[in-house]
T-cell receptor, first 113, second 111 residues
C-alpha cells in the first residue's frame, strides 16, 4: 500500500469529537491556501480553501482558520467520523505569476471508535 | 463524469528503461502539474504547464520530460537518467482561479 504516511505526526481522536489539524506555512507572501485529505494509495482530495484576505472559512463539517501574523493555518473537523481517517496536508500558493504551490508534509488523523 | 485520470495505477520497470505516465483531464483546465510524493515529504513539483505547447521545470525536473500537445493531456516520461525513480506520481490540474485538483496517482517501482 501507499507508504506516504510513514513518520508523520499523528493525531488520534475519538469518534464524535472535534479534530484540529495545524499547519505552519513558509511564505508571508502566499495569498491562497488549500487543505487536502489523502487516503492510503489515493490522490489528495480537495477539502477547503481560503484566501489571505480572510481569516476564517467554513464548509460542511470543516472550518479553516488563517493567522497571517504567525503564518499558521488550521483545519477543524467537527464530529469526526471513521471516514475522516487519512493524512491531511496544507498547500500554499506562492504569490507570483508562476502559480506554484508549496506543500506541507501532513498529519495523520486516526479516528478511534 | 469530469475529472483527472492517471494510468496505470501501478507500474513496474527495470532500471535503465524509460517509462511514460499518462495524465488526462476533461475539466477544461489550462494548467496541469506533475508532482512526486515520497514518504515523509511534501509533494515536490516536477513540471508544470500553464497552457498548451508550453511547460516549465519545477524543483526536481532532472531525469524527467513532459509534453503538452493537447489541453487534455500532460504525459510524464521518467527517463533512465532519473537516479531514484521509485515513487508515487501525482498529476494535477488547476481551475481558472487557484483551486488545484489531483488525479488518483501512479505508483512507479523501478528495480
Amino acid at each position: 500500500g501507499e507508504s506516504v504516511g510513514l513518520h508523520l505526526p499523528t493525531l488520534s481522536v475519538q469518534e464524535g469529537d472535534n479534530s484540529i489539524i495545524n499547519c505552519a506555512y513558509s511564505n508571508s507572501a502566499s495569498d491562497y491556501f488549500i487543505w487536502y485529505k489523502q487516503e492510503s494509495g489515493k490522490g489528495p482530495q480537495f477539502i477547503i480553501d481560503i484566501r489571505s484576505n480572510m481569516d476564517k472559512r467554513q464548509g460542511q463539517r470543516v472550518t479553516v482558520l488563517l493567522n497571517k501574523t504567525v503564518k499558521h493555518l488550521s483545519l477543524q473537523i467537527a464530529a469526526t467520523q471513521p471516514g475522516d481517517s487519512a493524512v491531511y496536508f496544507c498547500a500554499e500558493k506562492v504569490a507570483s505569476g508562476t502559480y506554484k504551490y508549496i506543500f506541507g508534509t501532513g498529519t495523520r488523523l486516526k479516528v478511534l471508535a | 463524469d469530469g475529472g483527472i485520470t492517471q494510468s496505470p495505477k501501478y507500474l513496474f520497470r527495470k532500471e535503465g528503461q524509460n517509462v511514460t505516465l499518462s495524465c488526462e483531464q476533461n475539466l477544461n483546465h489550462d494548467a496541469m502539474y506533475w508532482y512526486r510524493q515520497d514518504p515523509g515529504q511534501g509533494l515536490r513539483l516536477i513540471y508544470y504547464s500553464q497552457i498548451v505547447n508550453d511547460f516549465q521545470k519545477g524543483d526536481i525536473a532532472e531525469g524527467y520530460s513532459v509534453s503538452r500537445e493537447k489541453k487534455e493531456s500532460f504525459p510524464l516520461t521518467v527517463t533512465s537518467a532519473q537516479k531514484n525513480p521509485t515513487a508515487f506520481y501525482l498529476c494535477a490540474s488547476r481551475t481558472g482561479g487557484d483551486e488545484q485538483y489531483f488525479g488518483p496517482g501512479t505508483r512507479l517501482t523501478v528495480t
